[in-house]
């Protein structure tokens, strides 16, 4: 599946002040866990769900319908990478497991390490968002996110958890780690929403 620009040319695929890389920088704050294993893994939903919480272990997510979403992504600090296939749980497949109350209108992703980062539940669901195992045919490296990371590719790319473990669910904006430092509520490339004075 492609749900990318492919009919635009390269340049129309670069917001203003990126520039591409063929390289897959590293980029995060804090430690790369270290899993010796994902017995003890899991990925919980809570917040504003009828069910409280829910939670998935490794075999519970990779047991849900895969697919490859290839994209373009676009880091805060300037690097773009163009055409990354990603494989994964799709958001939407997994939304269907969990009733959401009707007052959610944000998600906050929960890292490892308390890690956080807030949108809007529409920027999630769309079917371009992915929690991903792989990418390029790969598993992800421990740097990337292994072994599951968020990847919303139409925002920048600090949205996209890496080592992701929680989805709440919430009716209020709350900021996460980076927003509270500065950085823009949304982050769309395209309006350059890079700090949240823009
Ligand atoms: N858990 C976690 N996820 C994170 C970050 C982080 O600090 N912690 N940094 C974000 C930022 S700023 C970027 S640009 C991408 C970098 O992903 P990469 O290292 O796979 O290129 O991860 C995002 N996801
Ligand atoms: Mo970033």
Same mark, same amino acid.
């Given at each position: %599946? =492609?749900?990318?620009?492919?009919?635009?040319?390269? #340049?129309?695929?670069?917001?203003?002040?990126?520039?591409?890389?063929?390289? /897959?920088?590293? $980029?995060?704050?804090?430690?790369?866990?270290? =899993?010796? +294993?994902?017995?003890?893994? #899991?990925?919980? $939903?809570?917040?504003?769900? @009828?069910? @409280? +919480?829910?939670?998935?272990?490794?075999?519970?997510? %990779?047991?849900?319908?895969?697919?490859?979403?290839?994209?373009? *992504?676009?880091?805060?600090?300037?690097?773009? @990478?163009?055409?990354?296939?990603?494989?994964? *749980?799709?958001?939407?497949?997994? *939304?269907?497991?969990?009733?959401?109350?009707?007052?959610?209108? /944000?998600?906050?992703?929960?890292? +490892?390490?308390?890690?956080?980062? #807030? $949108?809007?539940?529409?920027?999630?669901?769309?079917?371009?968002?992915?929690?991903?195992?792989?990418?390029?045919?790969? &598993?992800?490296?421990?740097?990337?996110? =292994? &072994?599951?990371?968020?990847?919303?590719?139409? $925002? =920048?790319?600090?949205?996209?958890?890496?080592?992701?473990?929680?989805?709440?669910?919430?009716?209020?904006? +709350?900021?996460?780690?980076?927003?509270?430092?500065?950085?823009? %509520?949304?982050?769309? &490339?395209?309006?350059?929403?890079?700090?949240?004075?823009?």
């Amino acid at each position: %599946m =492609y749900f990318g620009k492919q009919k635009r040319n390269t #340049n129309d695929r670069i917001p203003p002040n990126q520039n591409v890389t063929t390289s /897959f920088p590293v $980029l995060h704050h804090g430690n790369v866990p270290n =899993y010796r +294993e994902l017995s003890s893994w #899991n990925l919980k $939903l809570f917040g504003e769900i @009828k069910e @409280k +919480e829910i939670i998935f272990s490794f075999k519970d997510l %990779m047991n849900l319908p895969q697919i490859d979403v290839q994209n373009d *992504i676009h880091c805060v600090t300037g690097w773009s @990478k163009l055409d990354n296939i990603w494989t994964g *749980i799709s958001v939407r497949e997994l *939304i269907k497991k969990v009733n959401l109350n009707k007052e959610v209108k /944000f998600v906050i992703l929960h890292a +490892e390490e308390g890690w956080t980062t #807030n $949108l809007p539940i529409e920027d999630f669901l769309k079917e371009t968002s992915v929690l991903a195992h792989s990418h390029n045919k790969k &598993p992800l490296t421990p740097e990337h996110g =292994y &072994p599951i990371r968020a990847v919303v590719p139409h $925002l =920048y790319f600090w949205k996209s958890a890496k080592w992701l473990r929680g989805i709440e669910f919430t009716s209020q904006n +709350e900021p996460g780690f980076w927003e509270r430092n500065g950085y823009h %509520m949304y982050g769309d &490339p395209w309006k350059e929403e890079r700090f949240s004075w823009d």
